[in-house]
Each structure stands twice: as structure tokens, then as C-alpha cells.
């Protein structure tokens, strides 16, 4: 089991930047592929980043690839969502998911949810 907890999010410009930090507790924190997701209201959840268990392998949307950093503190048990350049389209509200390996594009095979942030860029 983990619990999963967002934070960071707000009322941005576009242009502007946020980071998004989820802070995780329960076991082998280590051992999970940590996901965000987004989900703009009247559509589905998608999918955003993705990281693998040492922080090595990472993992992005066309939509947000060279915009948005994914990264992971294993000893501290968070990971952190870095976006730049923040566009309208981005607004949405940021879940934090987990799952075990292998890492996964679909938010129904994750099994962990944290209860999400919301993040609103103004044109």
C-alpha cells in the first residue's frame, strides 16, 4: 500500500511555471513506477509523465515532452512535476498515481491514486 498526496498547484499565466510535488508514504516507495496524470473537466484522465524506479528512465506526452521534467527522491519519497512554459490546455487538475513495473500510458493500470491538484493557466 501507498498514499499518495499532490501539492503545488494554482493559478499560473501562460508562459509561466509550477512544480507539482507528490509526497508518498507507506512501503518500498522505491519499488513503484510513479505516473501524473491530468484530467480537464468533460474529459478522460490522460496521461503525462512517467518515471521508472531509479529515476533513469522517464517518460512523456507528445503534449507536454520538452515542457514538463519528471524526477524522483527516493530517500525523501516524493516526486515532483516541473512544467514550464505553461499553456491554457495544460489546465487541468494533476494526479499522482503508482503502480509496479512495468511503467504504463493508462491510468487504469494504476493502482494508487493521490486526490489530485489543480493547475489553471489564464491566456
Known amino acids: 500500500q501507498v498514499q499518495l498526496v499532490e501539492s503545488g498547484g494554482g493559478l499560473v499565466q501562460t508562459g509561466d511555471s509550477l512544480r507539482l510535488s507528490c509526497a508518498a508514504s507507506?512501503?518500498?516507495?522505491?519499488?513503484?513506477?510513479m505516473g501524473w496524470f491530468r484530467q480537464a473537466p468533460g474529459k478522460e484522465r490522460e496521461f503525462v509523465a512517467a518515471?521508472?524506479?531509479?529515476?533513469?528512465?522517464?517518460y512523456y506526452s507528445n503534449s507536454v515532452k520538452g515542457r514538463f521534467t519528471i524526477s524522483r527522491d527516493n530517500a525523501k519519497n516524493t516526486v515532483d512535476l516541473q512544467m514550464n512554459s505553461l499553456k491554457p490546455e495544460d489546465t487541468a487538475v494533476y494526479f499522482c498515481?503508482?503502480?509496479?513495473?512495468?511503467?504504463?500510458?493508462?491510468?487504469?493500470?494504476?493502482?494508487?491514486w493521490g486526490q489530485g491538484t489543480q493547475v489553471t493557466v489564464s491566456s
Open positions: 507507506g512501503r518500498a516507495f522505491s519499488y513503484y513506477v
Open positions: 498515481a503508482a503502480r509496479t513495473w512495468p511503467v504504463s500510458y493508462y491510468a487504469a493500470e494504476y493502482n494508487y
Open positions: 518515471i521508472g524506479w531509479g529515476g533513469g528512465s522517464t
